[in-house]
């Protein structure tokens, strides 16, 4: 089972990067929260290297599928990123910001990594990344007042892809912390999916707004 659920995790995932590649080649965005990306990829590269130098398993084939698929997305966001932010955020601030990203995003995950040991520091902050993207998945369509750069097959597989692992792991693997974090992923994908359908339904309205109103 617990093989299973991992590769249902993977594929639901790599669905998630594969179309949020599609839509934001065809939006003009990018399809992952500019902070989240950055976390998701520093993950992908960090432990797709290291498997790839000590041992290489069903895992490490999704780490390195992820990160094909996710450098797609990287892209829109270095094509597409500058259009999102205020006028007054310069070309040169913008690079400099994603310097400081990508820079806070890798040294996050070696500080895991340091802290609970490869096995332990991947799972640990896979799931607080999860907990803080599906967070920010809801701030990003508020900004954005609709689902531009979004789908809800990109919401739906999103959410099994977090909610497999847990399963997996904080369920058959009794870890209460991955179980609990987890948990409130589902909490706010959840909320996320139901935002992107009303969106679609009321596409002249702010999902939040006519949320709130009625």
């Known amino acids: 089972?617990?093989?299973l659920l991992g590769i249902v995790s993977g594929l639901?995932?790599?669905?998630?990067?594969?179309?949020?590649?599609?839509v934001g080649f065809r939006d003009k965005t990018y399809a992952i929260p500019m902070a989240a990306l950055m976390l998701n990829f520093a993950w992908e590269t960090t432990y797709?290297?290291?498997?790839l130098l000590t041992r290489i398993s069903g895992q490490t084939v999704i780490n390195v599928l992820w990160t094909a698929a996710d450098t797609f997305i990287i892209y829109t966001?270095?094509?597409y990123g500058r259009n999102e932010l205020p006028k007054f955020i310069t070309k040169q601030l913008f690079i400099l910001w994603t310097i400081v990203l990508i820079t806070t995003a890798y040294t996050l995950q070696w500080m895991f990594v340091k802290q609970f040991s490869w096995a332990h520091g991947s799972e640990y902050s896979a799931f607080l990344q999860n907990l803080l993207m599906s967070g920010l998945f809801i701030a990003m369509l508020s900004a954005r007042h609709g689902v531009r750069g979004q789908t809800m097959l990109i919401a739906v597989a999103k959410w099994i892809g977090t909610l497999a692992p847990t399963l997996a792991i904080g369920l058959y693997g009794h870890s209460t912390f991955i179980l609990g974090v987890g948990a409130l992923?589902?909490?706010f994908d959840l909320i996320y999916i139901y935002l992107v359908w009303r969106a679609q339904r009321n596409p002249s309205r702010p999902a939040l707004t006519s949320t709130i109103a009625n």
């Open 77 to 79: 966001f270095f094509k």
């Open 185 to 187: 992923c589902s909490i």
């Open 48 to 51: 797709s290297v290291h498997d």
């Open 1 to 3: 089972m617990i093989n």
């Open 12 to 22: 639901a995932w790599l669905i998630a990067y594969v179309d949020g590649a599609r």
